[in-house]
């Protein structure tokens, strides 16, 4: 019996019902303490509809987290590329609200990953240094006026448009995780650098790869974000950063997971637990700060689940 249970718990599948067992929790524990307030049928929807937004970008980040990178630009990525986005949806329609984010992101990702690789610096200071170039940007694109996206063109905010591009974006990146040379070079690098390298993997390119597949998901994710929530301001001194950690939380449960093979699942379920716990909090009445505190602990619950701590490392 023991024997196997111990190879049950290194099956994908014990990774799954893992997954599964948490989210019932979490939705278990508010509803008992709310049960006429929380999680009905028609409310999970509802969460969900948010979930599923930043797990997209929570599959882009997953490819620089993989390899120990970070990306604190994402935000300022969407931001950017959602302002883009209501631009262009004026004057092509559709096409300019999918295209020009698509395209914007795509770039920012090229540029992070460029500037990283040439700077030899870590990642976390140039997507920093990064993100206030796109606040900038942002600005200068709105000429500091709100973007409001026209109601001919919010498709993607709700169902079951919504879900389609997702679901679209969630089977690419496990596609391009399970059967490219981008994904098992992108594993490689993570699991060890070092041995990579000399097995010929050209490390530097292929981090700019995932730079460049993180950028082009912030762009999906923004096509979204500005259909839910239909309009856009733009940033500056730093206030997109808040948008980073919600969908980094979600590539943090990927990494967790990645040992049963099923990242992108992971990341999906993990966005679903994350949404139940801000509304669960929101639904008891707790302030904005306790929102904060109980975000700031999964965050580092998280790291510390899927980190390894390693002498004389350093941070990437």
Not at 72 to 83: A, H, K, P, R, W
Not at 246 to 256: H, Q
């Given at each position: 019996?023991?024997?196997?249970f111990?190879?049950?718990?290194?099956?994908?599948?014990?990774g799954?019902?893992?997954?599964a067992?948490?989210?019932?929790?979490?939705?278990?524990?508010f509803?008992?303490?709310?049960?006429?307030?929380?999680?009905?049928?028609?409310?999970?929807?509802?969460?969900?509809?948010?979930?599923i937004?930043y797990?997209?970008?929570g599959?882009?980040?997953y490819?620089?987290?993989t390899?120990?990178?970070?990306?604190?630009?994402?935000?300022?990525?969407?931001?950017?590329?959602?302002?883009?986005?209501?631009?262009f949806?004026?004057?092509f329609?559709?096409?300019?609200?999918?295209?020009?984010?698509?395209?914007s992101?795509?770039?920012?990702?090229?540029?992070?990953?460029i500037?990283?690789?040439?700077?030899?610096?870590?990642?976390?200071?140039v997507?920093?240094?990064?993100?206030?170039i796109?606040?900038?940007?942002?600005?200068?694109?709105?000429?500091?006026?709100?973007?409001v996206?026209?109601?001919?063109?919010r498709?993607?905010?709700s169902y079951?448009?919504?879900?389609?591009?997702?679901?679209?974006?969630?089977?690419?990146c496990a596609?391009?995780l399970?059967?490219?040379?981008?994904?098992t070079?992108?594993?490689a690098?993570?699991s060890?650098?070092?041995?990579?390298?000399?097995m010929?993997?050209?490390?530097?390119?292929?981090?700019?790869?995932?730079?460049?597949?993180?950028g082009?998901?912030?762009?999906?994710?923004?096509i979204?974000?500005i259909?839910?929530?239909?309009s856009?301001?733009?940033?500056?001194?730093?206030?997109?950063?808040g948008?980073?950690f919600?969908?980094?939380?979600?590539?943090?449960?990927?990494?967790?997971f990645?040992?049963?093979?099923?990242?992108?699942v992971?990341?999906?379920v993990g966005?679903?637990i994350i949404?139940?716990l801000f509304?669960?909090?929101?639904v008891?009445?707790?302030?904005?700060?306790?929102?904060n505190?109980?975000?700031?602990?999964?965050?580092?619950?998280?790291?510390c689940?899927?980190?390894?701590?390693?002498?004389?490392l350093?941070?990437?």
């Open positions: 019996m023991d024997t196997k111990q190879k049950f718990k290194t099956s994908q599948w014990y799954l019902v893992l997954l067992g948490l989210l019932i929790l979490f939705w278990g524990f509803k008992i303490l709310r049960p006429a307030t929380f999680g009905t049928p028609d409310k999970l929807v509802l969460y969900a509809q948010t979930a937004i797990a997209v970008g599959c882009g980040l490819y620089i987290c390899m120990g990178l970070f990306d604190f630009s994402i935000g300022s990525n969407i931001v950017l590329s959602s302002v883009l986005a209501v631009t949806s004026e004057k329609g559709y096409a300019g609200l999918i295209l020009a984010p698509l395209i992101g795509t770039l920012m990702g090229i540029c992070n990953g500037i990283y690789i040439k700077l030899r610096i870590p990642s976390m200071i997507t920093t240094g990064l993100a206030l796109y606040e900038s940007l942002s600005v200068f694109a709105t000429a500091g006026s709100e973007k996206l026209g109601k001919s063109y498709m993607f905010g079951p448009w919504n879900l389609v591009l997702a679901v679209l974006a969630y089977l690419l596609f391009i399970k059967y490219t040379k981008i994904g070079y992108t594993n690098i993570g060890n650098e070092l041995v990579a390298k000399n010929g993997v050209d490390v530097k390119k292929y981090k700019v790869v995932a730079f460049t597949l993180c082009m998901f912030a762009g999906i994710m923004s979204l974000t259909s839910y929530g239909t856009m301001t733009s940033a500056s001194n730093m206030s997109s950063l948008r980073n919600t969908p980094l939380m979600g590539a943090f449960f990927g990494l967790a990645k040992k049963y093979g099923h990242p992108v992971a990341i999906v966005q679903l949404s139940l509304n669960g909090f929101v008891l009445g707790a302030p904005t700060t306790v929102q505190i109980v975000t700031g602990l999964t965050l580092l619950i998280i790291v689940l899927t980190t390894k701590p390693t002498k004389g350093v941070v990437k």
